[in-house]
C-alpha cells in the first residue's frame, strides 16, 4: 500500500503539486456549478459529473473549534464527490474526554476513509496522523491553514485580468490557449497587515515559491514561532519577504493587501491588549493610498471578519475579493478531498513524527 498521503501544511507540497490542486479545483468548480443552479428541461442531457470518488465512503469531520466556512465547504464537497461527511464535535466523541488522540485516530480510520481535522495545537493533528490508516488533512491548527491558501490562490487565478498583463501556463508554441484556460497572475507584490498566525503562516512558504514577494507588518512582538520559520528558511521562502512593523511600509506597491482577525479563537482574554498593539493596523483605502499601494491593489481576507481590521469601505467595496475567495474554500476542499481521500494521488514530503 502507498505511503499514506497526509497533509499538514503547503509547505509539504511542490510548487508543481499546489498549481495542480488549484486547476483541479477549477475544473471541478466548472463541472460542478451546472448541477447546483435551477435545472432546465434540456440542460440535464449535456452535464458531466464531477469525479465520484467518495462513492460509498464517509470523512470523518474532526472539528475541535467552531468553522463556518470549513465546515459548509467540507460537508457540501463531500457530496458533490459521491460520499457522506460526519461532523465529530467535541462534544460528540470520546477524543480527549474518555480515549487517546492514538486509540480515537484508529477507530475513526478504521470505519471513515479521510480524516478533516480542526483543532487547537498543531501537535494534535500530528498525533492524529502518526496513527491514523487513512489520510489526514490539517483543515485548521495553531500553526497552519493550508486550504484557505489554496482558496486565495484559485481566486487570485480567477481574477488574474485584475493585474498587469496576465500569463497562461506554457504550451507548446504551436497550441493556444483554451477559452476556458485558467490564467495564473504574473510575479505581485502581496501585504499582510496583521498577526502572525496560521493563514499568513501558510502564506510564508507558498507565495514566494509561486513566485510572488511577500511585505508583512505585524507588532513585534507577534512574529512567526520558530516552527514555522525554520520552515521558511529551509524552502528558502525568506527570500523573497519583506518584514518590519509599520504597515504604511508594507503596503508599499502591493497588488493583493490581505489581513486576519488579531483575535484568533482561544485568545479572547488578550483582546484589549491585542486591540492596543494593533492600532494603526485597519486596512483602509487611506492607509494604502498614503504607502503607495498600486492603484488597482485588491483586498482579501480569510473571513470572519470584524471592523477593527478594515474597515467597510474596502471590505464591501470593489476592491474587495472577501466573497469570491470565500466561496472558493468548497472547490479547492473538493479538490484536495478527491485526491487525497477518494484517491491518495497526492504525494508530499509530509512523513507522520517528523519534527518541523
Known amino acids: 500500500m502507498s505511503r499514506i498521503p497526509h497533509l499538514m501544511t503547503l509547505a509539504d507540497l511542490s510548487p508543481r503539486q499546489i498549481d495542480r490542486v488549484v486547476r483541479h479545483a477549477h475544473a471541478l468548480k466548472r463541472v460542478s456549478l451546472p448541477w447546483l443552479g435551477p435545472q432546465q428541461r434540456t440542460s440535464s442531457a449535456r452535464l458531466r459529473m464531477p469525479s465520484q470518488s467518495l462513492f460509498n465512503k464517509s470523512i470523518a469531520l474532526l472539528f475541535s473549534k467552531r468553522s463556518t466556512r470549513t465546515r459548509l465547504s467540507a460537508e457540501t464537497a463531500t457530496l458533490l464527490l ?3 461527511a460526519l461532523f465529530l464535535g467535541s462534544d460528540d466523541i470520546q477524543l480527549g474526554v474518555n480515549e487517546s488522540v492514538r486509540d480515537s485516530a484508529r ?3 478504521g470505519m471513515c476513509q479521510g480524516i478533516f481535522a480542526r483543532v487547537g495545537d498543531h501537535s494534535e493533528i500530528e498525533e492524529l496522523a502518526k496513527h491514523s490508516p487513512v ?9 497552519w491553514h493550508p486550504t484557505q491558501i489554496l482558496a486565495d490562490l484559485l481566486t487570485l487565478y480567477e481574477h488574474s485580468h485584475s493585474f498587469q498583463k496576465p500569463v497562461f501556463p506554457i504550451v507548446p508554441s504551436t497550441a493556444k490557449p483554451k477559452p476556458d484556460e485558467l490564467a495564473v497572475p504574473p510575479p505581485l507584490t502581496i501585504a499582510y497587515v496583521g498577526d502572525s498566525a496560521n493563514v499568513l503562516h501558510d502564506m510564508l512558504v507558498t507565495y514566494p515559491r509561486l513566485g510572488h514577494s511577500l511585505r508583512v507588518a505585524s507588532p513585534e512582538k507577534y512574529r512567526a514561532p520558530a516552527a514555522v520559520w525554520n520552515r521558511v528558511v529551509e524552502l528558502e521562502c525568506d527570500k523573497k519577504i519583506w518584514w518590519g512593523t509599520d ?8 497588488d493583493v493587501v490581505i489581513t486576519d482577525t488579531w483575535i484568533s479563537m482561544g485568545q479572547e482574554a488578550e483582546k484589549a491588549q491585542r486591540l492596543q ?7 483602509t483605502e487611506q492607509l494604502c493610498r498614503e504607502g503607495g499601494a498600486n492603484p488597482n491593489w485588491k483586498f482579501m481576507h480569510c473571513l470572519p471578519r470584524k471592523s477593527d481590521e478594515v474597515d467597510d469601505e474596502v471590505f464591501y467595496g470593489a476592491r ?12 479547492t476542499i473538493m479538490a484536495l478531498f478527491d485526491f487525497l481521500f477518494g484517491k491518495w494521488d497526492l504525494p508530499n514530503t509530509y512523513e507522520p513524527g517528523k519534527k518541523l
Not at 247 to 254: D, H, I, L, T
Not at 324 to 329: A, V
Request: aromatic share 10%; glycine share 12%.
Open 277 to 283: 498593539d494593533f492600532q494603526g493596523y485597519q486596512v
Open 320 to 331: 474587495s475579493l472577501v466573497f469570491p475567495e470565500s466561496d472558493n474554500r468548497k472547490w
Open 107 to 109: 477507530v475513526i480510520g
Open 135 to 143: 489520510p489526514v488533512l490539517n483543515a485548521l491548527s495553531s500553526l
Open 82 to 84: 459521491g460520499g457522506r
Open 247 to 254: 504597515p504604511k511600509e508594507a503596503v508599499r506597491g502591493a
